[in-house]
């Protein structure tokens, strides 16, 4: 029992501590570094399986199968009120999406006070943090961890309308394009349909596109063409 207890303590200081990525800072975005645009769009991945979830179409229909909670194993062997604690925050810390937000507060944190950003999520609908470009100091910067800190997954894959309201920012000069699977839904739900598109939106814009692909099931050899086709790099999570 006293080993349980102390293993249920470690455990939660281990958690408590990991949420200090909310207020680090960094200048880079999944080792891309920010610095060296000043009008910045973060574009994530919000559907279902970005937290184990199986994700559904507007109808409700299901696209693709649920995943595992690892954090439920490890509260039901801690057990009691501090089990079901560190249970759920180990879900909340080990899912794409809490993988995702742990690597995009620090950036935000770090963007220089002349830099401006938005934040745009998808799933079968499209959330903008703020329409326009705003400026990265302290306050809309708080703001911004307070909207990522409350979102939750759900949904299909809606990427081509998240893309569309980014283009519409006519200041935008870096997107960054977060997702662990493949287009779904929107306007354009298909791969090629959506580089064709980005092709015609970026012609004259001549905006730099960043990827990251998180996990198996994310089409990464689209992910990487989205980048290298708009002079930008593509990570692989």
């Known amino acids: 029992m006293k080993k349980i207890k102390n293993l249920s303590l470690f455990v939660l200081i281990v958690v408590l501590n990991s949420s200090c990525y909310m207020?680090?800072?960094?200048?880079?975005?999944?080792?891309?570094e920010t610095a060296s645009s000043k009008k910045i769009v973060y574009v994530i991945d919000i559907s279902g399986s970005m937290e184990g979830k199986a994700e559904t179409d507007l109808k409700?229909?299901?696209?693709n199968t649920a995943g595992s909670k690892v954090g439920n194993v490890v509260g039901n062997k801690i057990g009691g009120r501090v089990g079901g604690l560190i249970g759920k925050e180990t879900n909340n810390q080990l899912t794409k999406l809490g993988k995702a937000k742990k690597e995009l507060m620090p950036s935000i944190r770090g963007l220089s006070e002349d830099t401006y950003f938005t934040i745009i999520v998808f799933e079968n609908n499209i959330k903008q943090l703020n329409k326009q470009l705003m400026q990265a100091n302290s306050t809309n910067k708080n703001l911004a961890v307070a909207y990522l800190e409350k979102l939750e997954s759900g949904g299909g894959t809606n990427m081509s309308d998240a893309l569309e309201e980014s283009f519409a920012i006519p200041e935008v000069e870096t997107i960054f394009v977060l997702s662990d699977g493949e287009p779904n839904e929107g306007k354009i739900p298909n791969t090629q349909g959506i580089l064709d598109a980005l092709t015609k939106w970026n012609s004259a814009k001549k905006v730099k596109i960043n990827t990251i692909g998180l996990g198996e099931d994310c089409d990464k050899d689209f992910m990487k063409k989205m980048a290298t086709e708009n002079s930008g790099q593509f990570i692989d999570k």
């Open 23 to 32: 207020v680090k800072k960094s200048e880079n975005y999944y080792g891309i």
């Open 60 to 63: 409700g229909n299901v696209i």
